[in-house]
């Protein structure tokens, strides 16, 4: 069964005849009453009566209604995608790790606003991997992630590499630590940790070095959010290793502070990720081209325009 084929059938219906219908549907007669033939046969009823005017038989008083909808439906999926390659996306769905909501993506999400006044931005913060996933799921079209390759690496991802920053020690001002400008490793031991939850790539990307550094991690706690890091470190001995992004700011709080590592330095490199069929659509385009306008090289520093 072909969409033509039922477009020659409702054309008849509505003209009662095949010569006004192959008029209709800018075809010969001959083609017309071949569609309409196969049809049927594909069917295994005839549809009309063929006499001075083309009539509907029971099968074809079914058949209809039917067609009618099958016709409307396309009619409303090429229109949809028509509008989707034209830019008329009605929303744009963004997951992003913590440290870049907070910084990074605001300047970016207001410039992207000025351009798509009509599409609804939604952003979620979420953390890497969770973001990797609902992205290969279909649930956002662009993620702003610590890199994975195990998780990026499919035909039909796409990877772009923003920048690469070190890892620091978030801890209270008044902490032991404070007396090192870097931290020997050995020395972490002997506090408790703040970590991200199971599922982020900061916490696997933490717990890799001490394994690589013949270190057991003490993990006192597992957090989600940034505000909750520093709420916890400040309180006395816990300790954090966060991203250099996430606690840009700190030296504005005095009841914080942050040092290096010895090396080896921890680093994490941050990407936008997408899907190859997502870079047809004009508002993800857009999207992903103000990120890299903007040159997201320096974690330390918001999203300017170029």
């Given at each position: 069964m072909r969409l033509e084929?039922?477009?020659a059938f409702l054309a008849i219906a509505e003209t009662g005849s095949f010569q006004q219908a192959a008029r209709q549907c800018n075809v010969t007669q001959s083609t017309i009453s071949r569609q309409i033939q196969n049809l049927e046969h594909d069917l295994?009823?005839?549809?009309?009566?063929?006499?001075?005017?083309?009539?509907?038989?029971?099968?074809?008083?079914?058949?209809?209604?039917?067609?009618?909808?099958?016709?409307?439906?396309w009619a409303t999926a090429t229109q949809e995608i028509s509008d989707l390659v034209s830019g008329k996306q009605p929303e744009l769905c963004i997951a992003a790790i913590h440290s870049v909501c907070a910084y990074q993506l605001p300047p970016v999400l207001q410039n992207f606003c000025r351009t798509y006044p009509q599409v609804q931005l939604r952003v979620t913060s979420l953390g890497s991997d969770r973001a990797l996933k609902v992205l290969k799921d279909g649930l956002v079209d662009l993620a702003i992630v610590m890199n994975n390759r195990f998780l990026t690496a499919s035909p039909e991802m796409v990877v772009d590499s923003l920048y690469v920053e070190p890892v620091k020690i978030l801890m209270a001002a008044n902490h032991p630590?404070?007396?090192?400008?870097?931290?020997?490793?050995?020395?972490?031991?002997?506090?408790?940790q703040v970590v991200f939850k199971d599922g982020y790539g900061m916490q696997r990307l933490v717990q890799e070095q001490f394994q690589r550094q013949g270190l057991s991690l003490n993990i006192a706690l597992e957090l989600n959010?940034?505000?909750?890091?520093?709420?916890?470190?400040?309180?006395?001995?816990?300790?954090?290793?966060l991203p250099q992004g996430a606690v840009a700011d700190v030296h504005l709080d005095?009841?914080?502070?942050?040092?290096?590592?010895?090396?080896?330095?921890?680093?994490?490199?941050?990407?936008?990720?997408?899907?190859?069929?997502?870079?047809?659509?004009?508002?993800?385009?857009?999207?992903?081209s103000l990120v890299h306008q903007m040159k997201l090289t320096d974690p330390k520093a918001p999203i300017l325009s170029a």
């Open positions: 084929q039922i477009q295994g009823m005839p549809l009309l009566h063929r006499s001075n005017q083309a009539k509907l038989t029971i099968a074809g008083d079914r058949f209809l209604p039917r067609a009618r909808r099958i016709c409307q439906e630590l404070t007396a090192y400008d870097q931290v020997p490793w050995p020395e972490l031991l002997t506090y408790p959010t940034l505000d909750a890091f520093r709420g916890v470190v400040r309180q006395g001995e816990l300790i954090a290793l005095p009841t914080l502070a942050i040092r290096s590592t010895m090396d080896p330095v921890i680093t994490r490199e941050v990407v936008l990720v997408t899907t190859q069929d997502r870079l047809s659509i004009p508002p993800i385009q857009h999207f992903r």
